[in-house]
């Protein structure tokens, strides 16, 4: 199936989502890497409030290039998923209700996308000056020093994804080989 949703996600976008389903994305979602992930967790460890708000918002693991001229964002794709592996469960465990990557999860995320509900996206890897062409804009809301790894809000029309892992557990990943083997 294909989709166009809005983002910030709702309930109801996630419950319909199958693994396999292209969607557009049209809203707000943010960018954080390792970096950003490592401070999240340890302000979380300290008590203190996260820089900005998970509750059904998405993030995308992804360090921009520098902007061209008249562009918000330089190239923007995505980087890979199983680096931020260690600090998702807690972040969908506190409502964060959608992640934008490549490649393989594993069975910690897994158990948490099902748990709360969620859903994991994967951008096609190598189109990243495509990818930015659905940017409009792009804001750094945290930890600017990290450069390319701040965390970034923005606002995007149309992105392109593709459903890996849907709120029951099913993985295109692995659906995909089974699939493939049998014909």
């Not at 983002?7 to 996630?14: G, M, N, Q, R």
């Not at 199983?82 to 995320?109: F, N």
């Not at 930015?132 to 790894?149: N, P, Q, R």
């Amino acid at each position: 199936m294909e989709y166009r949703i809005e983002a910030p996600l709702k309930k109801e976008d996630t419950e319909k989502l199958k693994s396999g389903d292209y969607v557009y994305i049209t809203g707000t979602i943010y960018v954080a890497r390792d970096a950003a992930h490592k401070r999240m967790d340890d302000l979380l460890k300290e008590g203190k409030e996260l820089p900005i708000e998970l509750k059904d918002n998405i993030i995308y693991y992804m360090g921009p290039s520098p902007a061209r001229e008249g562009r918000p964002i330089g190239s923007a794709g995505p980087t890979t998923a199983s680096r931020m592996d260690k600090y998702a469960p807690k972040l969908l465990d506190l409502g964060l209700k959608g992640m934008i990557g490549k490649g393989k999860r594993t069975q910690e995320v897994k158990d948490a996308i099902v748990r709360n509900g969620c859903v994991y996206f994967a951008a096609v890897g190598g189109a990243g000056a495509l990818l930015s062409k659905a940017i409009t804009s792009s804001e750094v809301v945290a930890y600017e020093d990290l450069g390319a790894e701040a965390i970034r809000k923005l606002e995007v029309k149309d992105f392109p994804v593709i459903v890996v892992i849907d709120k029951d557990g099913n993985n295109l990943y692995e659906t995909a080989i089974k699939e493939y083997c049998e014909e």
